[in-house]
């Protein structure tokens, strides 16, 4: 059975680039987001955000002011992503596998062994 993702909550959130260590020990970097209500580790999907970015990992704390900070690099990212109201969901959903044409599928119920994905669609024989 999969983990449904969590049902989305509306949070306050800001930016912020100072360099350095976080909670967690890590230095800052892309995808880390500071939240005092998560434990550490916790992986959100946040949408929309500073960098376009959808998944992100609770990595630091909030001293006040604001629900959810976001680490950019840049300060002016930063100040001009400024406080925005974004959808917060816990967990990140399943990635599907892309089928990569022109390789063969493996055997499956149903499906013979050795057929090949064709690039207009649809699988035809080896």
Not at 53 to 61: A, E, I, L, N, T
Request: proline residues 7%.
């Amino acid at each position: 059975m999969t983990a449904l993702l969590a049902a989305a909550v509306i949070a306050g959130s800001t930016g912020y680039c100072l360099n350095g260590t976080m909670a967690d020990g890590t230095w800052t970097r892309p995808g880390s987001v500071a939240h005092n209500g998560y434990p550490l580790g916790t992986r959100l999907t946040i949408a929309p955000s500073p960098t376009g970015r959808r998944r992100f990992v609770v990595r630091d704390r909030i001293g006040w002011g604001t629900e959810l900070d976001f680490w950019v690099s840049s300060c002016a990212r930063a100040i001009a992503w400024g406080r925005r109201t974004v959808k917060v969901r816990v967990g990140w959903p399943k990635r599907r596998k892309p089928v990569r044409v022109g390789k063969v599928a493996p055997g499956r119920a149903g499906m013979p062994p050795g057929l090949i994905y064709r690039a207009g669609g649809g699988w035809r024989a080896r």
